[in-house]
């Protein structure tokens, strides 16, 4: 391709669109917030955390897709009224296809980019669905209409080309042959730049042929994603179309490219920790995107004016084909498509700031000239010069035979190099026609037998890939499995298919599907090892995750809408069946909580990715078991409140009883590893026929994505309430500690015990009425840890440990208990002592309304033990550690508000001095008074009488040691729960002994609180009487 001159000074900026899309069925049962607002071109985002944290930017074209329509009689979505904002499909191709329409056939190359989170609508803007067809089928129907308008004074030739990227291996969409281990590669040539060597292009006259061909692509991405156990998400799609005309009378030919592509879902992996893997990321699952992204930031930064501006074109397959789109010689348009949901703020902005770097990029795009058609004039020109020697040479009739004879041969050379050039276009043809004869053949065929016989449809995440293959059950037995010798068989591949996996019977009009020994069925969610008589739109997973849905004879079809049979409906039914659901919205709420909600689809979407690593454990011997849990579920925070859920996935090694547990981010990390590993094993098989049995794959360990070193797991909390504290009343209690998911983890026996600077326990009478009174001064404090009983990590495997840590007010760090080994109810006898040299406000409001979360850890063999980091730490020569301590550089730095707060407190101490002054000095004067009117006797009932203040201190205990067993009883009302399983019977039984716990419940709380009632009214009683004794 060579650049004309004149074009060379151009520049062009990607233009960059952003689109939001409607909710869908997800957000809608989520009763989702919209958080995306549009002001013409203008895009402006809000934190839903945050009301006042908003972020605009501002594209070439936004388009509003999210409300304001309706479907119209062809099943086409259009807006509701005339002119209304809704963005439909013609609106977005009127801007954008048009315009890469007009470049292709003004000879530039043109690209498309649809960039987005997986399910933000991209492959609905490119593709569409149904009759509201996408940006790609209708730049195909407008491109052959303006060929077939100006083919008078041009001759164009359209050749068509389809191929994916998925970690790092280019595959063709249309090849015929068998898939290239390793997939196409990428090659580069000076003229060319980079090119897929080996890539079918097709030649199409028409846009129903693209279509064909898309359909055949499609086919064959969603057959190789379920060989190879590849989620579509995580791959790229490209279509190349290009474009000749060769115009005659000007004798000049423009040829462009116009490549369509549609970017792997960008999401980000939601963790709730940020750490490092030990091993690399994904191998090359996310390279092309990162890579994409350090292009598009480079080039960026190019456009700003930066210098020595390094662009990573060559580290990605996927930055290298899209070179000349970016920076380059093309016209390029990215569409970003946004989902509007309060749930995906992280990824719309982020896909936001991506599309805001990519408008900066400039283009240098030209006008193309063909070198095969400056061939043809080149041999046209010769052939005109030989013409004009051989007529000289008759004119003269001087010249010898056999310099006319050489003339001669020259100028039938060229002819015939003219006429193979001319003619590749028609044998392309005649080759395509072949193919599409024969596909045609094979599309009819396969609507007949809709209509005569029941089938299995697949079910993919991938939208544009689902229904697209179909498994026929004629009448009589036929074998479902890895097997396609037999005549009767139907040949599933994919991870846990066994080479007779299940039976498939068609008798009288009913189907009934059989499992075989050892393989894994599930239908409607249920796995089922017993025969089955499937019912029409009957839900199918063979294996770990190959996903079918029945369809029955016509008859039974009826009108029932197939479209909510989506794989997350299959994931949600399964997650059902495992005693998964995403729950009621709570009592006075119009919706799920939305931490709730994310963990929930956070879950369905793990749920088929741990089914194929234990599968892939299982094919690799490798001994390793997945299972997925919920972070957080029943744990809460020093304050009470709920901790923020996610999802991590519990590996358990069934030979040595190790376990970790990995985020979300980890897993997914490590299962694209496994993915290379089972790969490469599988390979080696295919080249081993003669290996009998399946042998363990060995790795060494740093390289073995089964296996981690192991690490202290927390296995639960407890919660000790410290308002006993304020009152410097003892408490002693015994905790359940409870798992991650609530399960009963162990009993821990705990105390609290208000002490002496020397570590002696106070007595009664240093019992507090006003918990105010410990303000300015010293309070010293024991968290005394004595035993932990049942320990359920220790029952699982003798060789454990367990540790306890808590954190206390501001301690930096937490502390932690000693290890101990091998004993279900080990002796902890560990205490801590605590204090504060000068008790504030702050404390005493931590002390009243928190708790000391107690954690629970296990330890393993093999792994370090959890130390406190006591430099951090503030304590004294006698090992107390002190809390409440204030900076001095942060009370230089005090506000004047807090220092007039400290002020008014200085003189309501001064007051309360004063006041305590003028008491005593009361007091004094009151047994003067006393002792000369009573005498002797006066002074004896006063030695014994005893002090009111101890009296309300006794009875103040009483009533917060029966709270606490009121607190016990309704923590065990919050955890009684039904069974899943619960039949009628069952339900009755549980309310039952609901209503049981809730009368005992009543009952001690109105025991205690009647009970304090009386010791007050006693006490005041008493008071009385003395007082009337009193003048």
């Given at each position: 391709m060579r650049a004309k001159a004149s074009d060379m000074h151009s520049k062009d900026c990607v233009k960059v669109a952003v689109r939001v899309r409607p909710f869908n069925k997800?957000?809608?049962?989520?009763?989702?917030?919209?958080?995306?607002?549009?002001?013409?071109?203008?895009?402006?985002?809000?934190?839903?955390?945050?009301?006042?944290?908003?972020?605009?930017?501002?594209?070439?074209?936004?388009?509003?897709?999210?409300?304001?329509?309706?479907?119209?009689?062809?099943?086409?979505?259009?807006?509701?009224?005339?002119?209304?904002?809704?963005?439909?499909?013609?609106?977005?191709?009127?801007?954008?296809?048009?315009?890469?329409?007009?470049?292709?056939?003004?000879?530039?190359?043109a690209t498309l980019l649809a960039y987005g989170q997986t399910?933000?609508?991209?492959?609905?803007?490119?593709?569409?669905?149904?009759?509201?067809?996408?940006?790609?089928?209708?730049?195909?129907?407008?491109?052959?209409?303006?060929?077939?308008?100006?083919?008078?004074?041009?001759?164009c030739q359209v050749f068509f080309s389809m191929l994916e990227i998925y970690n790092e291996q280019v595959v063709d969409l249309l090849s015929r042959g068998a898939r290239t281990p390793g997939g196409l590669r990428v090659r580069e040539e000076q003229r060319r730049g980079f090119y897929v060597e080996g890539l079918r292009t097709v030649p199409c006259e028409s846009a129903a042929q693209v279509e064909q061909l898309m359909e055949q692509g499609t086919r064959t991405r969603t057959t190789a994603a379920t060989h190879m156990n590849?989620?579509?998400?995580?791959?790229?799609?490209?279509?190349?179309?290009?474009?000749?005309?060769?115009?005659?009378?000007?004798?000049?030919?423009?040829?462009?490219?116009?490549?369509?592509?549609?970017?792997?879902?960008?999401?980000?992996?939601?963790?709730?920790?940020?750490?490092?893997?030990?091993?690399?990321?994904?191998?090359?699952?996310?390279?092309?995107?990162?890579?994409?992204?350090?292009?598009?930031?480079?080039?960026?930064?190019?456009?700003?004016?930066?210098?020595?501006?390094?662009?990573?074109?060559?580290?990605?397959?996927l930055t290298k084909l899209l070179q000349s789109a970016l920076g380059g010689n093309s016209r390029t348009v990215m569409i970003a498509t946004l989902s509007p949901a309060d749930i995906c703020y992280e990824e719309s902005l982020s896909t936001l700031r991506y599309a805001e770097r990519t408008k900066r990029i400039q283009n240098r795009a030209v006008v193309n000239e063909s070198?095969?058609?400056?061939?043809?004039?080149?041999?046209?020109?010769?052939?005109?010069?030989?013409?004009?020697?051989?007529?000289?040479?008759?004119?003269?009739?001087?010249?010898?035979?056999?310099?006319?004879?050489?003339?001669?041969?020259?100028?039938?050379?060229?002819?015939?190099?003219?006429?193979?050039?001319?003619?590749?276009?028609?044998?392309?043809?005649?080759?395509?026609?072949?193919?599409?004869?024969?596909?045609?053949?094979?599309?009819?065929?396969?609507?007949?037998?809709?209509q005569m016989h029941p089938y299995i449809l697949n079910v993919n995440e991938d939208a544009q890939l689902s229904g697209v293959v179909k498994l026929f059950i004629q009448e009589g037995e036929w074998d479902v499995g890895l097997c396609d010798s037999s005549p009767r068989s139907i040949?599933?591949?994919?991870?846990?298919?066994?080479?007779?996996?299940?039976?498939?019977?068609?008798?009288?009009?009913?189907?009934?599907?059989?499992?075989l020994a050892g393989s894994k069925v599930t239908v409607n969610g249920n796995v089922v090892s017993q025969p089955v008589e499937l019912q029409h739109l009957d839900r199918l997973i063979l294996g770990s995750n190959c996903t079918y849905l029945f369809v029955g004879y016509p008859s039974e079809r009826g009108g029932d809408d197939w479209s909510r049979y989506d794989y997350d409906y299959f994931q949600s039914e399964l997650a059902a069946a495992e005693g998964i659901h995403l729950g009621e919205p709570s009592t006075g709420s119009s919706q799920t909580d939305p931490s709730l909600l994310a963990v929930f689809y956070d879950c369905i979407k793990l749920m088929p990715m741990v089914a194929e690593a234990n599968q892939m454990s299982q094919e690799l011997n490798k001994g390793v078991d997945f299972k997925l849990e919920i972070k957080n579920l029943a744990l809460s925070d020093s304050k009470g409140h709920d901790l923020e859920k996610d999802i991590v996935v519990k590996v358990t090694s069934k030979h040595s009883k190790q376990v970790w547990v990995w985020s979300k981010a980890k897993f997914v990390n490590r299962k694209f590893l496994m993915e290379d590993v089972y790969e490469q094993h599988q390979a080696e098989q295919c080249s081993d026929q003669g290996a009998t049995e399946p042998s363990a794959v060995t790795l060494p360990r740093d390289k073995d994505p089964f296996w981690d070193p192991v690490e202290p797991l927390l296995l639960g909390t407890a919660h000790l309430w410290l308002q006993s504290?304020?009152?410097?009343?003892?408490?002693?209690?015994?905790?359940?500690?409870?798992?991650?998911?609530?399960?009963?983890?162990?009993?821990?026996?705990?105390q609290l015990v208000p002490c002496t600077p020397t570590g002696l326990s106070l007595g009664e009478d240093d019992i507090l009425i006003d918990p105010s009174d410990l303000l300015g001064r010293r309070l010293d404090f024991q968290v005394v840890l004595d035993q932990c009983c049942g320990l359920r990590w220790i029952k699982e495997a003798r060789n454990r440990g367990v540790q306890i840590g808590f954190r206390l007010?501001?301690?930096?760090?937490?502390?932690?208990?000693?290890?101990?080994?091998?004993?279900?109810?080990?002796l902890l006898d560990h205490k801590v002592h605590f204090a504060s040299l000068q008790t504030s406000k702050h404390l005493l409001n931590y002390l009243q309304s928190s708790a000391v979360v107690l954690e629970l850890w296990g330890l393993q063999e093999g792994c370090s033990h959890l130390v406190s980091s006591l430099q951090t730490m503030r304590m004294t020569p006698e090992s107390i550690f002190l809390i409440d301590e204030t900076d001095p550089f942060e009370t230089s730095a005090v506000s004047s508000e807090l220092m007039s707060v400290k002020a008014l407190q200085q003189d309501l101490d001064e007051l309360k001095s004063v006041n305590a002054s003028l008491r005593k000095e009361n007091h004094i004067l009151r047994e003067k008074l006393n002792a000369a009117r009573t005498g002797g006797d006066g002074v004896r009932g006063r030695s014994v009488r005893p002090s009111c203040d101890a009296e309300f201190a006794r009875a103040l205990k009483v009533f917060y040691h029966s709270m606490t067993s009121v607190r016990g009883q309704l923590q065990r009302l919050r955890r009684h729960r039904p069974s899943e399983e619960s039949d009628l019977l069952g339900l009755k039984l549980f309310v039952d002994e609901h209503r049981r716990l809730l009368r005992d419940f009543s009952e001690q709380m109105e025991e205690s609180v009647s009970t304090l009632k009386q010791d007050v009214a006693a006490i005041v009683r008493r008071k009385r009487e003395r007082s009337g004794v009193w003048p």
């Open positions: 997800r957000e809608r049962d989520a009763g989702s917030s919209c958080i995306i607002s549009m002001v013409t071109s203008s895009i402006t985002i809000q934190d839903p955390r945050d009301l006042q944290s908003r972020r605009s930017f501002s594209f070439d074209y936004a388009y509003w897709s999210h409300s304001g329509f309706t479907r119209d009689h062809r099943g086409v979505f259009v807006p509701e009224e005339p002119g209304g904002r809704y963005a439909d499909q013609d609106c977005v191709f009127g801007d954008l296809g048009e315009g890469i329409l007009e470049n292709a056939l003004q000879g530039y190359n399910g933000s609508g991209k492959s609905y803007s490119m593709v569409g669905y149904g009759s509201n067809k996408g940006l790609v089928p209708k730049l195909c129907e407008r491109l052959f209409q303006a060929i077939r308008e100006n083919q008078e004074n041009r001759q590849a989620n579509s998400s995580r791959s790229h799609m490209l279509i190349i179309l290009q474009l000749k005309q060769i115009f005659s009378k000007e004798s000049t030919t423009k040829q462009s490219n116009i490549n369509l592509v549609d970017l792997a879902g960008s999401e980000r992996q939601r963790s709730s920790g940020s750490e490092a893997d030990r091993l690399k990321e994904g191998t090359a699952i996310n390279l092309s995107l990162t890579t994409l992204g350090n292009v598009i930031s480079a080039l960026a930064d190019l456009a700003v004016g930066k210098k020595n501006v390094h662009i990573p074109y060559r580290d990605s397959v070198p095969t058609e400056r061939l043809v004039k080149e041999l046209k020109a010769e052939n005109a010069r030989l013409m004009q020697r051989l007529s000289r040479m008759g004119q003269e009739g001087q010249r010898e035979n056999d310099e006319t004879k050489e003339l001669r041969q020259l100028l039938s050379q060229n002819e015939l190099q003219i006429r193979a050039i001319q003619t590749l276009w028609e044998q392309h043809l005649q080759e395509a026609l072949k193919d599409w004869e024969q596909q045609y053949a094979t599309i009819t065929q396969e609507r007949r037998m809709m040949s599933i591949k994919g991870l846990g298919i066994q080479e007779r996996h299940a039976v498939f019977k068609n008798e009288a009009r009913r189907v009934t599907l059989t499992p504290l304020a009152f410097r009343i003892p408490l002693q209690e015994q905790l359940e500690v409870l798992g991650s998911e609530g399960t009963e983890e162990a009993i821990l026996q705990a007010f501001d301690c930096s760090q937490p502390v932690y208990s000693p290890a101990l080994w091998h004993n279900i109810n080990p």
